[in-house]
């Protein structure tokens, strides 16, 4: 079992979990900042193209991982890291998000996974 988190956030509340669980942290970086073999992920955002790359070794097939971050919107560089730890052979054990913009639908691109988040915000005027 592992924490996944990507830059800059994912690390600060990714590591922070993984320390509490005793468990291994897998850092994803945009591409060229790894300094080891990589493999990467292109995905689609609704204004270009974006990469995210991890250590080659850093998912073993079968690891049950978890996708940590502060927060999730349309749910699109979630499931591209979700993706990307199963290109690798792991196993997406769920995702765990501080803030989750509810009005924008990210479990539909998420359907099928575990999803929990702290805060949950169903309109863009939500207090």
């Known amino acids: 079992t592992s924490i996944f988190g990507a830059e800059a956030r994912g690390f600060i509340f990714g590591a922070a979990v993984a ?35 991890v250590h080659n070794d850093a998912i073993k097939p079968g690891d049950r991982t978890l996708i940590v971050d502060d927060l999730v919107a349309t749910g699109g560089t979630a499931k591209a890291k979700a993706d990307l730890v199963e290109k690798e052979g792991g196993i997406v054990a769920g995702f765990a998000f501080v ?9 539909k691109k998420l359907e099928g996974y575990e999803v929990l988040s702290l805060i949950s915000y169903d309109s863009e005027d939500s207090e």
């Open 19 to 53: 320390y509490v669980l005793g468990v291994g942290f897998i850092p994803a970086r945009k591409p060229g900042k790894l300094p080891y073999t990589t493999s990467r992920m292109d995905y689609a955002l609704e204004y270009g193209m974006d990469a995210l790359e």
């Open 99 to 107: 803030v989750e913009l509810a009005f924008l639908n990210p479990r």
